[in-house]
């Protein structure tokens, strides 16, 4: 039994094919209940994102799968295999769990350490889960993933620091005022720059929010898609003076906040700190506006800047994510071993019970004299006789992580008991009686 | 005053756990920080009742006992704040104070004799008023130093250290200004106090009473400090002086507290000899 990943992403794949591939837009519950009719896997997930498709499997013949889940994409999608072809990457084995765990962790993200891909990993295991193509490896794969994103998010610091010039002008006005729910935004400029760091703003619940453009129906327009006020542009100065963050984002060529305005503005507000975000090129605002005590001048530059740094310290938190990973990986791979001694212990199982029941049939006629509650006394007993010599071995089995140990554990036990080449011996990686193992456990607990 | 050693060893301990907590940024070790510095203090309450016992009233007079119960009063007020903000960032700057003080009573005690002077309910006021006042000024410093420190960060474009550490410069100077206000009540408390228990015991013949006029350093430098600390409050309402002008004049008016508690309190003074 292995796990399989065949999947592309943005790493390998242009975005135009992404979207023939994506999964999400027909529903993915539908292409698990159509990818399970194929015979060549027992368990199936897929995480369909705008920047990734991937489908894991569970199956005995890899190669089958392989084919198998290629010619399923093509069919779903009515894409011709050789489109997607040179642009998937399959991972078998430990490869595949790593790969998941570090899409988990936003590792594997386009801007790394981003933080919905989680979500994203969640949402994709419980649609597979409620269609009932999960099964005991792609439960614990899924549940070991979301705890790898999990510690990564919390012990390292992956996901911090605003990486859009907009979050960061965001991140840094509430650096400087706290809370901004009742501060009052004036966006100078009806351009998209200034739209979107004015929507980032609002979401922060921000009171009030005041467009003024030259053109006045451009900012009334904007006003009206993202919720303000419009005002003219002869009130440039009354709105400078009540708004707490300026953002100036307009096409003029020549500054239009100039030094001296700023100074009557401050005196107006008296020296209510002002966070002005400039992000029109060119500048819209005097640089020596900044000199004021309580001024916090930002260009475009500057914030670009702040974004390169949280950038790069983001590839710094990298490695340490990376071990995190690394560590959640091999816990797993243990875990995985150690399920491999389980047909071991199955068939270690059945041959005590065979040959306990054998017996009580050799006994038969003797037995036949007693009382049927004696009778139900006698097997009472052997069968706690069996069980309690059979605790200790099924432990020791069961706690054993590494393959090669389980592989000679279960090799000796085969030889001394002679135990049936069908039910014990095969290698742990095909492991065919994972379900009856859930009840073997149930009984001996 | 032994003791007060056992108070000192686990201040210091959380402050290595609270740099730890500043430099690393994880919760576990902040829990374990909190946790170290709650013990510090109730050790340091015990210590403190223990006095209390012995001579009869909280263990204000002389130089060291009063210094080792400004020390529990900051530490409290500290997780005061700590607790209702849930903010654990400050603790790394008051933490060194509260080490640096509390070995004063604890390496060097002296220990107070009883007077009859100090039997006067005046007198209690007067002196808890004031360390309860030094303890708001010491928040106030912090909180001051901490805005200055994230101030320059943010307008010099550069983003580091602190600018990761701490809360919002607006909410560093809201904090800044309750502790001075609350220090500037008990400070003029303290001072009105004062000057009744003064007048109240002047036929004693005492030359320690004598000598209590403003000429004297310690009542001096006390006064200086209210005049600081009143301007910082007037110049905030009236002329617009937040931000980093009143985080300056809170760091100020608590150099100027300290210089007073310590060497003024040991060397200079005539008067404030108990």
């Known amino acids: ?445 | 005053m032994l003791m007060n050693i056992i108070p000192l060893a686990l201040y210091a301990t959380a402050f290595v756990r609270y740099a730890m907590q500043f430099a690393r940024r994880t919760l576990n070790v902040s829990r374990a920080a909190s946790t170290w510095l709650i013990m510090g203090a109730f050790a340091h309450t015990f210590v403190i009742g223990m006095e209390t016992m012995r001579v009869g009233h909280v263990p204000f007079a002389g130089a060291t006992s009063a210094i080792s119960t400004f020390v529990w009063l900051l530490a409290l007020s500290y997780l005061y704040i700590e607790f209702t903000t849930g903010e654990r960032s400050m603790g790394v700057f008051i933490l060194p104070l509260l080490v640096a003080l509390q070995a004063i009573p604890a390496l060097h005690p002296t220990p107070e004799d009883p007077s009859p002077l100090l039997e006067s309910a005046w007198f209690g006021v007067h002196v808890s008023s004031l360390l309860f006042a030094y303890a708001s000024f010491a928040l106030a410093c912090v909180l001051g130093v901490t805005y200055v420190l994230q101030f320059n960060e943010i307008k010099a474009k550069d983003l580091g250290f602190f600018y990761d550490r701490l809360p919002s410069l607006q909410v560093l100077d809201e904090m800044n200004l309750r502790a001075v206000k609350i220090g500037w009540l008990f400070l003029t408390v303290g001072l009105i106090s004062g000057a009744i228990w003064a007048s109240q015991i002047q036929g004693s013949g005492d030359p320690r009473v004598h000598s209590m006029t403003l000429a004297d350093p310690k009542i001096f430098v006390a006064v200086l400090c209210w005049a600081v600390y009143s301007f910082e409050l007037y110049a905030q309402t009236a002329i617009g002086w937040r931000g980093r002008r009143a985080a300056w004049l809170s760091a100020v008016g608590f150099g100027i507290v300290l210089l007073n508690f310590v060497p003024v309190s040991y060397f200079f003074t005539q008067s404030h000899k108990f």
């Open chain 1, 1 to 445: 039994m292995q796990l399989l990943l065949v999947g592309l992403s943005h790493r390998t794949t242009p975005v135009e094919l992404r979207e023939r591939l994506d999964f999400s837009a027909r529903g993915v519950d539908r292409a698990l209940a159509a990818l399970a009719g194929s015979p060549s896997h027992s368990e199936a997930a897929i995480i369909s994102t705008c920047n990734r498709v991937e489908l894991y499997v569970v199956s005995d013949d890899v190669d089958a799968a392989r084919a198998g889940v290629a010619r399923f994409v093509s069919e779903f999608h009515s894409v011709p295999a050789a489109d997607f072809a040179p642009h998937l990457y399959e991972k078998v084995g430990q490869d595949a769990v790593r790969h998941l765990f570090r899409v988990a962790a936003g590792l594997d993200s386009l801007v790394v350490g981003e933080p919905q891909v989680l979500g994203q990993v969640k949402d994709a295991y419980n649609v597979a889960s409620q269609v009932g193509c999960t099964g005991l490896l792609l439960n614990k794969l899924f549940h070991s993933a979301f705890a790898a994103g999990k510690r990564v998010r919390s012990e390292t610091a992956l996901s911090e620091g605003a990486v859009s010039v907009s979050y960061a002008a965001v991140a840094l006005a509430r650096k400087i005022f706290g809370d901004l729910k009742g501060r009052s935004v004036l966006v100078l400029g009806a351009g998209e720059m200034g739209k979107l760091t004015a929507i980032h703003m609002r979401s922060q619940g921000i009171q009030r929010l005041v467009i003024i453009s030259r053109t006045s129906k451009h900012a009334e327009a904007l006003a009206q898609t993202i919720g303000g006020s419009a005002m003219a542009w002869e009130s440039l100065a009354s709105a400078l003076a009540e708004a707490d963050i300026l953002i100036t984002a307009t096409g003029s060529t020549t500054p239009i906040i100039s030094r001296t305005m700023i100074a009557q503005t401050m005196k107006a507000r008296r020296q209510r700190p002002l966070f002005i975000i400039d992000i029109a090129v060119p500048r819209d605002v005097e640089a020596s506006a900044g000199d004021f005590e309580e001024v916090f001048l930002y260009n475009i530059d500057d914030l670009q800047a702040v974004v390169q740094e949280n950038l790069s310290r983001r590839a710094t938190e990298a490695s340490q994510a990376e071990g995190i990973v690394s560590e959640e990986v091999n816990r797993f791979t243990a875990w995985l071993n150690s399920r491999g001694a389980v047909p071991t212990v199955v068939a270690l199982r059945q041959r005590f019970e065979a040959v306990r029941q054998s017996e009580l049939r050799r006994l038969e006629p003797k037995l036949a004299a007693l009382g049927p509650e004696a009778r139900a006394k006698v097997d009472e007993i052997t069968r706690l006789i069996v069980e309690k010599l059979l605790i200790n071995p099924t432990e020791q089995l069961k706690s054993i992580s590494d393959a090669d140990t389980v592989a000679a554990y279960s090799d000796a036990l085969n030889r001394l008991f002679g135990l049936s080449a069908d039910a014990g011996a095969s290698p742990p990686g095909e492991e065919p009686t994972l379900t009856s193992a859930g009840s073997t456990k149930k009984r001996i607990q």
